[in-house]
């Protein structure tokens, strides 16, 4: 069988998650008729959200695959000090150019749920469709170095329109990416990238109370800083978050020398 070139592949993939969103659209709708009545704009685009990464695993699932379902503790453990690692040492950073304080912060718990659950899809959504999907399309050709780069490179281009944005956060991201998408090839399993991504965006937006991506999200707790506007806005992120963080870019690259033996690219 002849193999698809590069482009027509990669605008399958796009149009699998459109299908899937179209299909998680009518479904919304049809669940809020029936258990709601009242067709609410909002909650229909919050109910199709949700359910769009289990429709477009449906829609992609191809038989004896494994490298989406399989959980690995111990992948789960590293994604997740990965996170933090980054996050401590950049907040740390940040925290001795600032005085701040970490106050309790009021939140509805169903709120503070149902942004959890966003996060999860978010990260489940975009780790199916940059790590595996696109930067699949790559692997399967042996054209592994430039896969990651260029999935890295869709996947920040992904955030161009998301709000505060400027071009140290797309880099950021970018270099996020690389190190993610290295650790993918070397696994061949989304569980420590995906709980990298959700932990991260986590900690971030929920437990920090900071934005993540240029998103306000509800929170646990709040940072406080005694006086946010004074900092650099390449040193704190900015109105995108401690994403946009000179710290955060400073930190990203030397965890990925770091890894740079192990992941072995």
Not at 31 to 49: M, P, S, T, W
């Amino acid at each position: 069988m002849k193999k698809r070139k590069l482009f027509t592949e990669i605008l399958i993939v796009f149009g699998n998650l459109w299908l899937a969103e179209i299909i998680a659209g009518l479904f919304g709708i049809t669940l809020i008729r029936v258990f709601y009545g009242n067709i609410d704009e909002e909650l229909v685009r919050k109910v199709a959200f949700l359910l769009a990464p289990l429709i477009l695993l449906l829609v992609i699932h191809r038989k004896n695959d494994r490298t989406i379902f399989s959980i690995r503790t111990k992948e789960i453990f590293y994604g997740i000090l990965i996170a933090v690692v980054i996050l401590l040492i950049s907040y740390i950073l940040i925290f001795m150019v600032q005085n701040f304080k970490i106050i309790h912060n009021n939140f509805s718990v169903v709120e503070l749920l149902f942004y959890t659950a966003m996060l999860l899809n978010a990260a489940l959504i975009e780790e199916v469709i940059i790590r595996y999907m696109i930067l699949g399309i790559f692997i399967k050709r042996n054209k592994i170095r430039i896969g990651i780069v260029i999935s890295s490179l869709i996947w920040a281009a992904m955030h161009l329109g998301n709000p505060s944005v400027n071009i140290l956060p797309i880099v950021n991201i970018f270099l996020i990416g690389i190190l993610l998408g290295g650790i993918y090839v070397k696994t061949k399993n989304l569980s420590l990238p995906f709980f990298y991504h959700f932990f991260w965006n986590f900690t971030i937006s929920i437990i920090f109370g900071t934005n993540v991506s240029g998103i306000d999200t509800p929170s646990i707790f709040k940072i406080s800083f005694k006086d946010y506007e004074a900092i650099n806005p390449l040193l704190s992120g900015g109105g995108f978050g401690i994403e946009g963080s000179l710290f955060i870019t400073l930190t990203i690259i030397l965890i990925t020398f770091f890894y740079r033996q192990k992941i072995n690219l």
